[in-house]
């Protein structure tokens, strides 16, 4: 299946620092969707994008749907140490039809 | 409280041995899902049910098998004939909402095979 080119692939920050992930696509999508997965845990839905244009945000996260329904990108702002995790971005609808694309995520660790 | 259940969160199996993965959702969501994960990789679609009784295969459907007999419930069963069974499974579930479809998942089930 196709998949998602989602960057950076790892960061390594310090506590208080500003983070920016992308996700691109040569398809276009009518949803985008942002998780977070702790270790050994299952996927958790963080943000969800209906409109291209579309800026959400959710506490410090703050998600985008891009203009061209091809890319997508999310903010996390003031970092924490329990923002440790994989984000993964997936996209869904338009060329792709109703199931899931996923990224490869993005591994962010969070220095005290 | 609502959610979806994966049973059990560690399982461990021989070689050569089926074995079958549990998935409960409260949520009276249409559609179930499974996917694998192995480490540091993202997820792959196994298989997809929108209705009771209908599944359709993913990407990476050989070596597996489901059943859709309860709307609540997606087991899914890993073959002997499934090369590299040794992984993390997800199941995940999702009811279309006035804008789109959301996705949610399960806690999953690490499954190791030796």
């Known amino acids: 299946g196709q998949q998602l080119n989602q960057s950076p692939q790892s960061m390594f920050i310090q506590e208080g620092e500003d983070v920016s992930m992308n996700c691109t696509s040569s398809s276009i999508f009518n949803t985008w969707l942002w998780y977070k997965q702790d270790p050994g845990e299952g996927p958790v839905l963080l943000i969800a994008?209906?409109?291209?244009?579309e800026l959400t945000s959710n506490g410090r996260l703050t998600a985008q749907f891009g203009i061209t329904r091809k890319d997508s990108f999310l903010n996390i702002s003031a970092s924490i140490p329990s923002d440790v995790g994989i984000y993964f971005c997936?996209?869904?609808?338009?060329?792709?039809?109703?199931?899931?694309?996923f990224g490869g995520g993005t591994r962010l660790m969070v220095k005290p | 409280d609502g959610g979806i259940t994966q049973s059990p969160k560690y399982l461990f199996r021989k070689e050569g041995q089926n074995v079958t993965l549990s998935c409960e959702q409260n949520l009276n969501h249409d559609a179930m899902y499974w996917y694998r994960q192995d480490p540091g990789q993202g997820l792959r679609l196994i298989y997809y049910s929108q209705i009771v009784n209908d599944f359709q295969k993913g990407d990476i459907a050989e070596g597996y098998s489901v059943s859709r007999e309860k709307k609540e419930s997606f087991p899914l069963t890993v073959t002997s004939a499934q090369k590299n069974p040794t992984a993390f499974y997800l199941c995940?579930?999702?009811?279309?909402?006035?804008?789109?479809?959301?996705?949610?998942f399960g806690p999953g089930t690490r499954l190791t095979v030796t």
């Open positions: 994008l209906y409109k291209a244009g």
């Open positions: 997936a996209g869904q609808g338009g060329d792709a039809g109703n199931m899931l694309t």
């Open positions: 995940a579930s999702s009811m279309r909402t006035g804008l789109g479809y959301e996705q949610y």
